[in-house]
């Protein structure tokens, strides 16, 4: 988006400038004015209206459209489909990785597995998912969401029936490595289509339920593994029925986005304004739409001249930062340690001291807290920051970690410490779910500008995976070789890290269109904590 050091200052039009967005379940007013911390002075919200070489070698200027209020109607039915229908691949997600907490066990009886070879079974469709997060937002970018949402459909339900029917432990980690790709691309692509789909006001509540959907597959795996698992678990191959189930939402994901429409903010990209307009006059009123599409194809238009969208796109300093930031946000997220009890949860209630029936029962709970604390999450982001409750969650998590590993330590083996670490283990993931875990997914949507949002979030999300991975691959080993006291005081260390990084780096963005955080962070209006103070060039940000 911005040009060389030697090229003019090209002025951006976008959204809204000066006029402040309605109250909602996602956004509150802006402020009158924003404050650069590096200045430590006021900027009335109008001073942003003008790009000057001063301000920044690539500051966009923002333009003053303002948009008509959202409005009920049909529209909002609508909307409320399409967003529906397109969490099913939230829900795949969540189910393909929280199927195997309780399929493991009979899983690893059946293909004789080690605790290494359990962790690969495992951890196989976490590579898978990075693998797919980056080609997804590559081939979304390039052919559409909608289309890379169906091309997931087909993934999700190969790489079902493949594990369904492996015969051996080669065939099930290639099924679960497709299942991985479908994963990773559905990371991706689902929460940029709903955001670029949303309206300003409703962004954050939309892109939310795919994570809200997440959770709910997750929640459906461990209940549905625990009917089957104590219905029918002396049967061999009962690890076949729990996995099976995962093929009923890839159907209603395929056919469901035949009938929905794509995004209307990649379609402006494409150059197909027509189009777009069709769509915004499908989820907002007449003239929200006719408004809206002015606001955003303004943007588009002056990235398209840029060529950009790519690797070449790091040559801007602020750009850097946002991706940066953008890691953090999906390494943080990783290392709460969320994911292994997700994913091995049945095993580390055994390991505390529960049956192997009863620990299938025991980690529902895991699976009612996790959805408690995204409904939880979904209404504290409609009143605070986003940064405020990732500070929060991870103060908290840091906390749960600590007790998980000191009441490990010193309770004597048998169901009284059992029944602590789960009561522990649910608050872990209460807290996380009701903070980290939302907010870092909505966040990941936000930060990056529309023409590097495909990339910059397929490098964020591949970060994520492999992080994901390695944690993955190696808890079992772990908690098996050092035991749960010293495997969650690692995730304490880790999560203070996390603590220190949110606090230091991670902008706030609520309340802003998207076309407004990414004017704001390219000015310096959003501020980024402990930036030093100075002016950048080569096409960089300044004053900060």
């Given at each position: 988006m911005a040009p060389d050091a030697t090229g003019p200052t090209r002025e951006i039009a976008v959204a809204r400038a000066g006029s402040p967005l309605p109250p909602s379940a996602d956004a509150a007013e802006l402020p009158a004015a924003v404050t650069r911390p590096t200045a430590e002075v006021s900027l009335p919200i109008e001073s942003l209206m003008t790009s000057t070489p001063q301000q920044s070698a690539s500051a966009p200027a923002l333009s003053n459209i303002a948009l008509p209020p959202l409005g009920a109607g049909p529209h909002t039915s609508r909307l409320g489909l399409i967003a529906v229908i397109a969490t099913f691949g939230g829900l795949l997600f969540g189910y393909d990785t929280g199927v195997i907490n309780g399929a493991l066990a009979p899983l690893a009886r059946d293909f004789g597995l080690t605790p290494f070879t359990e962790g690969v079974v495992t951890s196989i469709l976490l590579l898978g998912a990075a693998v797919g997060a980056l080609v997804g937002g590559r081939l979304s970018d390039r052919f559409g969401r909608r289309s890379n949402i169906m091309l997931l459909a087909v993934l999700f339900l190969v790489g079902a029936a493949g594990c369904v029917f492996a015969p051996n432990l080669e065939v099930m980690v290639v099924a679960r490595f497709i299942l991985g790709l479908a994963v990773g691309g559905a990371s991706v692509t689902v929460p940029v289509y709903l955001a670029e789909i949303a309206p300003t006001e409703r962004r954050g509540g939309i892109v939310s339920r795919n994570e809200l959907m997440i959770v709910i597959g997750q929640f459906s795996a461990f209940v549905i593994n625990a009917v089957i698992g104590n219905v029918w678990g002396e049967h061999e191959g009962v690890w076949r029925?729990?996995?099976?189930?995962?093929?009923?939402?890839?159907?209603?994901?395929?056919?469901?986005?035949?009938?929905?429409?794509?995004?209307?903010?990649?379609?402006?990209?494409?150059?197909?304004?027509?189009?777009?307009?069709?769509?915004?006059?499908?989820?907002?009123?007449?003239?929200?739409?006719?408004?809206?599409?002015?606001?955003?194809?303004?943007?588009?238009?002056?990235?398209?001249?840029?060529?950009?969208?790519?690797?070449?796109?790091?040559?801007?300093?602020?750009?850097?930062?946002?991706?940066?930031?953008?890691?953090?946000?999906?390494?943080?997220?990783?290392?709460?340690?969320?994911?292994?009890?997700?994913?091995?949860?049945?095993?580390?209630?055994?390991?505390?001291?529960?049956?192997?029936?009863?620990?299938?029962?025991?980690?529902?709970?895991?699976?009612?807290?996790?959805?408690?604390?995204?409904?939880?999450?979904?209404?504290?982001?409609?009143?605070?920051?986003?940064?405020?409750?990732?500070?929060?969650?991870?103060?908290?998590?840091?906390?749960?970690?600590?007790?998980?590993?000191?009441?490990?330590?010193?309770?004597?083996?048998?169901?009284?410490?059992?029944?602590?670490?789960?009561?522990?283990?649910?608050?872990?993931?209460?807290?996380?779910?009701?903070?980290?875990?939302?907010?870092?997914?909505?966040?990941?949507?936000?930060?990056?500008?529309?023409?590097?949002?495909?990339?910059?979030?397929?490098?964020?999300?591949?970060?994520?995976?492999?992080?994901?991975?390695?944690?993955?691959?190696?808890?079992?080993?772990?908690?098996?070789?050092?035991?749960?006291?010293?495997?969650?005081?690692?995730f304490a260390v880790l999560n203070v890290l996390s603590l220190i990084f949110v606090s230091t780096s991670v902008p706030e963005t609520r309340g802003r269109s998207l076309e407004q955080v990414e004017v704001q962070l390219s000015t310096g209006a959003i501020p980024i904590i402990h930036i030093p103070e100075g002016t950048e060039h080569g096409g960089e940000m300044s004053g900060r």
């Open positions: 029925y729990m996995l099976a189930v995962a093929a009923l939402p890839a159907f209603a994901l395929f056919f469901g986005m035949l009938r929905m429409p794509e995004s209307p903010r990649w379609l402006i990209s494409q150059g197909r304004d027509a189009e777009a307009l069709e769509v915004l006059k499908q989820v907002r009123s007449p003239e929200r739409a006719t408004a809206e599409l002015a606001e955003v194809r303004d943007l588009a238009a002056a990235e398209t001249e840029s060529h950009t969208g790519g690797w070449r796109d790091l040559r801007v300093g602020w750009i850097r930062k946002v991706l940066f930031i953008g890691i953090g946000l999906a390494v943080a997220q990783q290392v709460t340690g969320i994911n292994s009890v997700m994913y091995y949860g049945t095993q580390l209630l055994t390991e505390a001291g529960f049956s192997a029936n009863g620990a299938l029962i025991a980690n529902v709970a895991n699976g009612a807290l996790s959805l408690a604390g995204i409904l939880v999450g979904l209404r504290l982001m409609r009143t605070m920051g986003r940064r405020t409750l990732l500070i929060i969650g991870f103060i908290g998590t840091t906390a749960s970690h600590l007790l998980i590993g000191v009441f490990s330590m010193i309770l004597p083996d048998g169901l009284g410490r059992a029944f602590v670490i789960l009561v522990l283990t649910v608050l872990f993931v209460f807290i996380t779910q009701a903070t980290i875990g939302p907010v870092v997914w909505l966040m990941l949507a936000e930060i990056f500008p529309q023409h590097f949002r495909g990339f910059g979030l397929g490098i964020a999300v591949l970060c994520l995976w492999l992080t994901n991975f390695a944690i993955g691959l190696v808890f079992p080993t772990a908690v098996e070789s050092y035991g749960i006291s010293a495997t969650f005081f690692a």
